[in-house]
T-cell receptor, first 115, second 113 residues
């Protein structure tokens, strides 16, 4: 296993279109996170899965955003009716433990540009 | 709410200079603290961490000490190299145990030969 994989790496879409991103976590990890990072800022938490259950969603996650993790393996993040403000880097991370300080491993991200 | 504040960058240093990047936090309970690094064109990587007060995290010559009394976790390195040029993020996880990370805004470090 080579780490957390995200696909695609880059996506350019027209405003109003729907987009879907995929994340493949490290295989034995039961926790999966999505973050959004805009230029010059740190990543902001969007949502968290433990196995297939979505246990927390940020208030940043509007109704146009939906995430799934069927069977507790890969995850998808869909953005409907994209807006220019959705342009950002979308990061996925996974971790395998519940102890305090367990490391989260990040993918390289999907850069979304809405034109 | 929980938050992390980092010193603004960019920080530009000559090779072999001493590095400090300040980080302070606000949190309820007893958070774990982290420094992540993002090299150009790469994903975020954990650099070091500390899970309780007075713990010192260290890796690759970098160190940071969890100071509860000053709510700080400053990153230091005695002698930087050109290869240390990257963006550094301070982060915390709250004691709710979801593992959700709260990041600072990042500090860009540029090391010149």
């Amino acid at each position: 296993d080579t780490g957390v994989s995200q696909d695609p790496r880059h996506k350019i879409t027209k405003r109003g279109q729907n987009v879907t991103f995929r994340c493949d976590p490290i295989s034995e990890h039961n926790r999966l996170y999505w973050y959004r990072q805009t230029l010059g800022q740190g990543p902001e938490f969007l949502t968290y899965f433990q196995n297939e259950a979505q246990l927390e969603k940020s208030r940043l996650l509007s109704d146009r955003f939906s995430a799934e993790r069927p069977k507790g393996s890969f995850s998808t993040l869909e953005i409907q009716r994209t807006e220019q403000g959705d342009s950002a880097m979308y990061l996925c991370a996974s971790s395998g433990g519940i102890r305090e300080g367990t490391e989260a491993f990040f993918g390289q991200g999907t850069r979304l540009t809405v034109v | 709410g929980n938050s992390v504040t980092q010193m603004e960058g960019p920080v530009t240093l000559s090779e072999e200079a001493f590095l400090t990047i300040n980080c302070t936090y606000t949190a309820t309970g007893y958070p774990s603290l982290f420094w992540y690094v993002q090299y150009p064109g790469e994903g975020l990587q954990l650099l070091l961490k500390a899970t309780k007060a007075d713990d010192k995290g260290s890796n690759k010559g970098f160190e940071a000490t969890y100071r509860k009394e000053t709510t700080s976790f400053h990153l230091e390195k005695g002698s930087v190299q050109v290869s240390d040029s990257a963006v550094y993020f301070c982060a915390l996880t709250a004691s709710s145990n979801t593992g959700k990370l709260i990041f600072g805004q990042g500090t860009t470090l540029q090391v010149k030969p």
